[in-house]
């Protein structure tokens, strides 16, 4: 590469400061139309906003060329495990745009926004329904706020029937990092509860952990292993007799959705990740939204607020805002990220029942089919049918060819690919962490398939190819190491010294 | 309509597709995989309505959206949190780009330099718009920030209270109470005239302008908490701050903003954006996702998710927030806003709203039975005292396509919260007034 092409290169990367040219103008606004009034007095005033000063034209081209850095669920494959990175349906974001439902303001009336509520109640119903349990609130605003909520309803629960003293809860671990967190944050204490052999609940390890100090149970099912728990009947009974409650991560509901109800379980609460199985679409890290689903024994803790219908009343204001009797307050300022409610509603209204049943099908068999033709190629830690992702393992690879799950991972971006999710779940050496999910075709797996033998022979007979992968990207690997050591977290005016004088090239 | 015969446009298995599949794996059929599910309890009725084609959902969606009474259609004056103000129309265009909205969170940051930068970017933009050292890349909402603010200033200084004043949000100490009740942090609501806080209080929080719309000293608040030991958690209107003092002109500690009024639509309330910033000193301390800048192997520049180690997936139940999926493209929605406006628009904006809500209250406050019960400087919102209570005074705006301010007859005599932005114009503010007028002549 040429000098001048590495400072091209260099130059679309400068941050909007390096950008800025005194006079540039980027949104315009209408004179003043209302007359004068006295500004308060300059004590109360900034002096300056350092702020840049750039062209629409210039932030268009910057932004749209930047945004080519990135890989995205439109133009690329994402076997991310655990992330359900399918498809997300264009119709959802019209409906969403529409006036109606974008431009209504939270604090308007209930009689003013009563489609609104409407499309709320509906979902509430449709997430009940699709669970099996009594009652949802639409109000936490990611999956990891949903497990806070859930945990606290737990809480809450305890502490009114005068058992404070319940202060452990039992995790897997193979969970998710969000489940120790959620239940640290709402004031327990965190025991890790072994898998077994199979990669199920260990239940002599769950009856050994089990006391008076009980409050209850997270687990994801399926697990991050990609696997249903056989023991889930029993672990459920377990920690009910002990007094404790279940809470069910729902963030791998996408290989349920139609075949089994959490309530049916026994599931006290769980939560659903609407950007995951419903597909709000992922956003670069969000915004996504994470209802809460309780059965009898929680659902007058849900937090705040849960829509009501009032049959009896008028067709004008059938639809309130409610609190539920206990409930744990607020989670945030109004009632949950809506917009992503809308994309749901519109989501789960397209596929009905049928559409419904047809995405965990097509996700477990994509799932099994991947283990079936990948099996031969990497270590598969539980040989057992998955449901809708596969942990497989590169260990064999890495101890025979050094080549770890990370190479392979990142190998696989020069083939166009998002890698899976790797190194998790934590019990599973060099794990590699695969879903496909239910919008990709067989097509599209045959040829991930084909890449992902012909990287396990590069590991073999080139391994240099993984190792310095990836190689076409804008970035190579990246010195994570430096940037916490000394972390620079924004521009700073030196930094544009620095760089006049070459330093950036 | 729905039938046996459903295909849904998402799923692109057909019939063939999956019997050679589920040849390949060795199963008969897909029931066959779906076996570890206790027998008794497998395939549920499920009671879901029959599915709707595009036609018929969009045809149904537009009916549930004309439901509603949508500000636009309406000459709108409610804020109190959620605040509506021009969107430059790049906004949606760059934040609908498929590589933004439907990229993954950027674990992996050879395939996300454009979230990581644009983030990068944000963080920038918020630290200079808050007068602070360094802000993370965005909570889930203003509220949250403000409450994780909380929790890292009890993190920082191992007290065990917080004190709000009695003029911030109600909304936001709800929130408050929320996150610090499970965590033996107590929430002590001061009055700000004379407020009081102790030797065990973590932090104190202020808003600015305040949930009356009137602008706090954060200077005398700042030496307060500081005298005591604890740390001053400001929370601010990020569009007020196009032409006030920033939180850390008088030495916030933290700084907490809800970034909506930058570029989102108000949504009924969300996706939102909490803007959350802090001192130097503190960044280890945050929560939240945090890029750094650094280089790759070829020494390019290069930006990357840093400071992991607070963080659940690595720290699991000692991470300093649970927090994982948040909201980056309302962040980047905002930092397209902020960039959009630049030096200059920002503050243009800010006094748009500051001149107009100025001139609606210099109308109101002429009208017979009217009043402002609060002295001092605000800025786009402020309250008014009516002759009628405002419940009834927003029932009859709203028959003369007025969406009226909020209803605060709890802490004012018929009080109502009004807000005027940029995106009133003057034909709405006087036509507000002259409505406002007819009833107190009628009350």
């Not at chain 1, 059938?318 to 307050?329: D, E, L, N, T, W």
């Not at chain 2, 930092?335 to 500051?354: D, L, N, Q």
Request: glycine share 8%.
């Amino acid at each position: 590469m040429s000098g001048l092409m590495r400072e091209l290169a260099a130059g679309r990367r400068r941050l909007l400061m390096d950008r800025s040219s005194p006079g540039r103008v980027g949104a315009t606004l209408p004179p003043p139309d209302v007359p004068e009034q006295e500004l308060p007095p300059d004590s109360e005033l900034r002096e300056d906003l350092d702020f840049p000063e750039v062209t629409e034209s210039e932030l268009v081209r910057y932004l749209a060329q930047l945004s080519q850095f990135n890989f995205s669920i439109d133009h690329n494959f994402y076997p991310l495990g655990s992330c359900t990175m399918k498809y997300n349906p264009k119709l959802n974001d019209e409906v969403a745009s529409l006036p109606g439902l974008a431009q209504i303001h939270p604090l308007q009336p209930d009689d003013q926004v009563q489609g609104a509520l409407r499309l709320m109640y509906e979902l509430q119903g449709y997430l009940t329904e699709i669970t099996g349990l009594a009652g949802t609130s639409l109000a936490p605003m990611a999956g990891a706020d949903a497990e806070l909520a859930g945990m606290l309803m737990i809480r809450a629960y305890h502490h009114e029937r005068g058992e404070a003293w319940r202060r452990n809860v039992l995790i897997p671990d193979s969970a998710h990092g969000t489940n120790p967190a959620s239940a640290a944050m709402s004031g327990f204490d965190v025991v890790e509860l072994p898998s077994d052999a199979h990669g199920d609940t260990d239940l002599e390890a769950l009856r050994a952990s089990v006391g008076d100090d009980l409050a209850g149970l997270m687990i994801t099912l399926p697990s991050t292993l990609g696997l249903f728990d056989s023991n889930i009947l029993e672990v459920v009974r377990t920690v009910h007799e002990a007094g404790g409650l279940v809470y069910g991560d729902g963030a791998n509901l996408n290989a349920l959705l139609g075949r089994v109800k959490f309530g049916d379980l026994g599931f006290d609460v769980v939560h659903s990740n609407l950007h995951k199985t419903f597909t709000q679409p992922h956003g670069g890290g969000g915004p996504g939204a994470g209802p809460v689903i309780a059965g009898p024994t929680l659902v007058d803790y849900l937090p705040e607020p849960v829509v009501v219908r009032r049959a009896s009343s008028d067709e004008s204001a059938a639809y309130s805002k409610g609190r539920p009797v206990k409930s744990i307050g607020r989670m945030g300022a109004f009632h949950g990220n809506f917009g992503a409610l809308v994309r749901a509603y519109s989501y789960i209204s397209t596929l009905g029942r049928e559409g419904i049943i047809q995405v965990s099908e097509d996700a477990v068999i994509n799932a099994n089919y991947i283990l079936s033709e990948l099996r031969d190629c990497f270590d598969l830690p539980y040989d057992r049918s998955c449901m809708h992702e596969v942990v497989f393992s590169a260990r064999s690879m890495n101890r025979d060819h050094h080549v770890s799950a990370l190479d392979v991972s990142k190998r696989l971006i020069d083939y166009g690919i998002h890698p899976p999710t790797m190194y998790f779940p934590l019990i599973v050496e060099q794990a590699l962490m695969i879903e496909p999910t239910e919008t990709e075709s067989k097509e599209t797996l045959d040829s991930f398939v084909a890449v992902m033998k012909e990287i396990a022979r590069e590991a073999r007979e080139e391994p240099h190819l993984l190792h310095e992968a990836p190689h076409d990207t804008p970035n190579t690997r990246v010195d994570e190491a430096r940037a916490a050591r000394r972390p620079e977290l924004r521009w700073r005016r030196r930094e544009a010294a620095e760089q006049d004088q070459g330093g950036e090239g | 309509m729905g039938s046996e015969s459903f295909r849904s446009p998402y799923t692109p298995n057909t019939d063939s597709d999956r019997r050679r599949m589920l040849d390949a794996i060795g199963v008969s059929s897909a029931a066959e995989l779906f076996e570890d599910i206790p027998e008794e309890h497998r395939d549920p009725v499920l009671d879901l309505a029959a599915p709707l084609s595009e036609m018929e959902l969009s045809a149904y969606a537009r009916e549930l959206s004309g439901m509603n009474a949508a500000p636009g259609d309406y000459a709108c004056f409610l804020g109190a949190g959620s605040y509506r103000h021009h969107i430059p129309a790049i906004v949606r265009h760059i934040t609908g780009r498929s590589e933004y909205m439907t990229s993954y969170t950027p674990y992996q940051p050879e395939v996300s330099q454009g979230t990581l930068q644009t983030e990068y970017e944000f963080q920038t933009l918020c630290s200079l718009l808050t007068g602070m050292d360094a802000a993370n890349a965005g909570m889930y909402d203003g509220s949250t920030s403000l409450a994780e603010g909380a929790l890292m200033a009890a993190r920082i200084t191992r007290r065990d209270r917080v004190a709000a004043l009695d003029t911030v949000n109600p909304r936001f100490i709800e929130v408050l109470r929320t996150y610090t009740r499970s965590q033996g942090i107590a929430v002590d609501v001061v009055s700000r005239d004379s407020p009081e806080i102790g030797d065990r209080t973590a932090a104190l929080l202020v808003q600015s302008p305040n949930f009356f719309g009137y602008m706090e000293d954060g200077g005398r608040f700042s030496e307060l908490a500081h005298s005591k030991g604890a740390l001053l958690v400001s929370y601010v209107d990020p569009i007020s701050l196009g032409m006030f003092r920033p939180p850390g002109d008088y030495d916030a500690d933290i700084a907490a903003a809800e970034g909506q009024a930058m570029g989102v639509p108000t949504t009924f309330g969300g996706p939102y954006v909490g803007i959350f910033a802090c001192k130097e000193r503190y960044v280890r301390q945050m929560p939240g996702r945090i890029v750094g800048k650094t280089v790759d192997t070829r020494g390019r520049t290069a930006y990357v998710l840093t400071l992991q180690t607070r963080e659940q997936h690595i720290r699991r139940e000692r991470a300093t927030s649970n927090i994982c999926t948040s909201v980056a493209l309302i962040a980047l929605m905002s930092t397209v806003y902020m960039a959009s406006h630049g030096k200059h628009g920002m503050r243009r904006v800010a006094e748009a709203c500051y001149q107009k809500s100025h001139y609606a209250a210099s109308l109101i406050e002429e009208l017979p039975g009217y009043s402002l019960p609060i002295e001092g400087t605000f800025f786009q919102e402020f309250v008014v005292e009516c002759p009628l209570p405002p419940s009834e005074v927003n029932r009859r705006l709203l028959e003369r396509g007025i969406i009226g301010g909020l209803d605060v007859s709890d802490r004012y005599r018929n009080g109502m919260l009004v807000c005027v932005t940029e995106a009133n114009t003057r034909e709405e503010i006087e036509g507000l007034a002259a409505a406002l007028s007819e009833m107190g002549g009628a009350g």
